[in-house]
């Protein structure tokens, strides 16, 4: 699928693996830490205008609302650069959500389309049938000014998913149990091509999750057929029509791996690598101090009433604090709507505006030396989420309110018998 897509934004019959083409982009995304980086460089190489001001997307999402002098600064440069171009896509406090949330949501990534974002987490689309892949700042400033990129044309391995999941387990599930199997570089600059009659259970909230993850597998992209789920998620919010690409019956892949979905356990990686996996019967007595749930990986609407499930009617455990971060104003509206708020704050959690903050150790959920931490983001490096001595365990949504509730590292079923 990938190499289709590429090649068809080349003006090309076909690529093969190897092969250095350049592309024409349909979306260029930054975020308030890489644009202003980008913005540096776009105007260091002399551009006066951006390509396309409807196709250039700029997201105020890790440190917004503005958590310090800096950070007020970097959304600053990208005010006036959106104000100076007339972009059409910019999302400030009051309007942004979590990019990789966003843009699906607001129908500016489309299925068949080539986005390139500086934020390594831009492989989300591929939930899509969309080829997208994160890059350096610099690659973002020249896909600004020329609404072109450079890429080497990435392998595929193919992952045939069968059965369907179990009550309480989900993609968070699916993609920790992929990485845990086949490690944090095997996928390296491959394309994780999804596919199988197991790909119709699974919900777009599902292959999201699974696809913002392939980079945590070192993939270049992770890509999931387009069929009836993905249509009726696009129609009435695609920006423009979808392509719909498909891999020939012949495909070559590099491996091919079959996942049966049915067998899945809930799964929590350990600190400190995504692919330190554990389902949770073999988790052990490991005590908590704070659980975050939301994130471009697990802030939709799904992933809130996952954990809005278990947490109705019980609290959270002494001592714990539990974060709630809708990924997106009108998720956060729904929640409001919906009672999942008021299920939370009765619950004892916290529930903040849309922002990236506490996964990268920003604000909003930084960790102390010693600390914890029970999140459904989508790293859990040493540091990620403040000091080198915290720890970040990895789990899906029903995990990680479990957790809270029972004050340790818990399963869903052990909370709902």
Known sequence: MSQKILAYHAGLEKVEAGQLVLCNLDRVLGNDITSPVAIREFKKMGAEKVFDKDKVTLVMDHFAPNKDIKAAEQCQTCRNFSSEQELSGFFDVGTMGIEHA??????????????????????????????STGVGSTDMAFGMA???????????????????????VSGKDVILHIIGMIGVD????????????????????????????????????????????????????????????????????EAEYTVDLSALKPTVAFPHLPENTRTIDEVGDIKIDQVVIGSCTNGLYKDLAEAAEILKGRKVAKNIRAIIIPATPSIYLKCVEMGLVKTFIEAGCIVS?????????????????????????????????????SEVYLASPSVAAASAVMGRIAGPEEVMK
Not at 109 to 130: E, F, M, N, Q
Not at 228 to 239: C, D, I, Q, V, Y
């Open 102 to 131: 966003l843009l699906p949501e607001q129908g500016l990534a489309v299925s068949g389309d080539l986005i390139i974002g500086a934020d390594s987490h831009t492989c989300t689309y591929g939930a899509l049938g969309a080829f």
């Open 146 to 168: 020329s609404g072109k990129a450079w890429f080497k044309v990435p392998s595929a391995i193919k992952f045939k998913l069968i059965g369907s999941l179990p009550r309480f």
């Open 353 to 389: 505006t849309p922002t990236c903050g506490p996964c990268l150790g920003g604000y909003m959920g930084v960790l102390a030396a010693g600390e914890r931490c029970v999140s459904t983001t989508n790293r859990n490096f040493i540091g990620r989420m403040g000091d080198t001595k």
């Open 186 to 253: 095997g996928a390296l600059y491959r394309s994780m091509e999804f596919c199988g009659e197991g790909v119709s259970s699974l919900s777009i909230e599902d292959r999201l999750t699974i696809c913002n993850m392939a980079i945590e597998a070192g993939a270049k992209n992770g890509i999931f057929p387009v069929d009836k789920t993905t249509l009726s998620f696009e129609k009435g919010r695609a920006k423009h029509e979808p392509m719909i690409f498909a891999a020939d019956e012949d495909a070559e892949y």
